[in-house]
T-cell receptor, first 115, second 107 residues
Framework: DGGITQSPKYLFRKEGQNVTLSCEQN?????MYWYRQDPGQGLRLIYY???????QKGDIAEGYSVSREKKESFPLTVTSAQKNPTAFYLC??????????????FGPGTRLTVL | GIQVEQSPPDLILQEGANSTLRCNFS?????LQWFHQNPWGQLINLFY???GTKQNGRLSATTVATERYSLLYISSSQTTDSGVYFC?????????FGAGTQVVVTP
């Protein structure tokens, strides 16, 4: 099946710990994105990547880091520097590269709770 | 940056009713998408519509880029249409979601 997978579905972490969220796609898409959603709000862009070994900061990149070593994978690390990490994290991918982007397709998301 | 406003914020419909959701944006965009977020959080693509009109079953969308708005029409609503509807604008690599319209369709 083609699509975007995110793991784990639920994640709990203690304050002060770093945690890495996985995002994999087998759609052969060039661009990948990470968004954060807080309850009752829209999504905000954390990082996006147009191509392997390249990524750009979004609106709320502070406290997060990413890597893009393979076209299929775009993991997000939530560091201890992120003040309010509890949120729903969504990964997306698209065929085109910004600024000429195509439809974004989303994974099922990871719900992160900091205890 | 670009401002995206969706209206209304909440909508309660009786099954079978029609409705219109609106997405206004403050600057020119090269792309616009509509999504439906189901109760489990999954975002489902509805339309990729930088301009013009598209239809898919009971749903249709129109974007008037020169006037900076897009409309999503739901006809003959069903309970499965419940959820949150978002628009996403792309202003040449600057992505901005609206805050969404929460739709509840009652039997």
């Amino acid at each position: 099946d083609g699509g975007i997978t995110q793991s784990p579905k639920y994640l709990f972490r203690k304050e002060g710990q770093n945690v890495t969220l996985s995002c994999e796609q087998n759609l052969n898409h060039d661009a990948m994105y990470w968004y954060r959603q807080d309850p009752g709000q829209g999504l905000r862009l954390i990082y996006y990547s147009q191509i392997v070994n390249d990524f750009q900061k979004g609106d709320i990149a502070e406290g997060y880091s990413v890597s893009r070593e393979k076209k299929e994978s775009f993991p997000l690390t939530v560091t201890s520097a992120q003040k309010n990490p509890t949120a729903f994290y969504l990964c997306a991918s698209s065929m085109g590269r910004p600024p000429s982007t195509d439809t974004q397709y989303f994974g099922p998301g990871t719900r992160l709770t900091v205890l | 940056g670009i401002q995206v406003e969706q209206s209304p914020p909440d909508l309660i419909l009786q099954e079978g009713a029609n409705s219109t959701l609106r997405c206004n944006f403050s600057d020119s965009v090269n792309n616009l998408q509509w999504f439906h977020q189901n109760p489990w959080g999954q975002l489902i693509n509805l339309f990729y519509i930088p301009s013009g009109t598209k239809q898919n079953g009971r749903l249709s969308a129109t974007t008037v880029a020169t006037e900076r708005y897009s409309l999503l029409y739901i006809s003959s609503s069903q309970t499965t249409d419940s959820g949150v509807y978002f628009c996403l604008t792309d202003s040449w690599g600057k992505f901005q979601f609206g805050a969404g319209t929460q739709v509840v369709v009652t039997p």
